[in-house]
């Protein structure tokens, strides 16, 4: 079944440490996109990708860094300049950006506890 | 700068009662229209979209949503919930000039017997 992958689940960090979420579809998606939820704040964009090698800020990336080498995998670092990293982390993927490729699909999320 | 507001953050109705929440845009061309669904600790699912075309959209799970030029909206609904379809509700906006989805606050939707 296509679809994505987000892992682990739960992630738990010390503070001061940079910690990485894995995000992997097999949907043959051009664009990859990384989001924080926080209750009663819906959904910021952390950063996106619309091609392999290319990636852009998105509302709140201070504090995170992002690779794609890769056309299916985004994987998202947390580092300890983040500094409120606590949150619930959703990956999405759409087909492209532009006319038709808006629809997005995410994955289930890692909800990332830093004490 | 497009935006989208969820009046609502907390609907409670009872199971077979009908069911709307509002969604109301801000942008000055006709933008693109989702709403998405999400259960506890889970990704978020497309329940619908509106690109262009027909007002009434249909989606899964039997929810339709209405756009409303007039009004910026685009409100969802649904004539008989199910206690099933408690779960959050986020409605989306994109406009062809920002390289982004902007998303609502969500609505929770809690389903009595």
């Known amino acids: 079944d296509g679809g994505i992958t987000q892992s682990p689940k739960y992630l738990f960090r010390k503070e001061g440490q940079n910690v990485t979420l894995s995000c992997e579809q097999n949907?043959?998606?051009?664009?990859m996109y990384w989001y924080r939820q926080d209750p009663g704040q819906g959904l910021r964009l952390i950063y996106y990708?619309?091609?392999?090698?290319d990636f852009q800020k998105g509302d709140i990336a201070e504090g995170y860094s992002v690779s794609r080498e890769k056309k299916e995998s985004f994987p998202l670092t947390v580092t300890s300049a983040q500094k409120n990293p606590t949150a619930f982390y959703l990956c999405?993927?759409?087909?492209?950006w532009g006319k038709g490729g808006y629809e997005q699909y995410f994955g289930p999320g890692t909800r990332l506890t830093v004490t | 700068a497009q935006s989208v507001t969820q009046p609502d953050i907390h609907i409670t109705v009872s199971e077979g009662a009908s069911l709307e929440l509002r969604c109301n845009y801000s942008?000055?061309?006709?933008?693109?229209l989702f709403w998405y669904v999400q259960s506890p600790g889970q990704g978020l699912q497309l329940l619908l979209k509106?690109?262009?075309?027909?007002?009434l959209v249909q989606g899964i799970k039997g929810f339709e949503a209405e756009f409303k030029r007039s009004q910026s909206s685009f409100n969802l609904r649904k004539p008989s919930v199910h206690w099933s379809d408690a779960a959050e509700y986020f409605c989306?906006?994109?406009?062809?000039?920002?390289?982004?989805?902007?998303f609502g606050t969500g609505t929770k939707l809690q389903v009595i017997p």
């Open positions: 999405a993927s759409s087909i492209k």
């Open positions: 989306a906006v994109v406009s062809g000039g920002y390289q982004k989805v902007t």
């Open positions: 509106y690109f262009s075309g027909d007002t």
């Open positions: 942008y000055g061309a006709t933008p693109y």
């Open positions: 990708s619309q091609i392999v090698n």
């Open positions: 949907l043959n998606h051009d664009a």
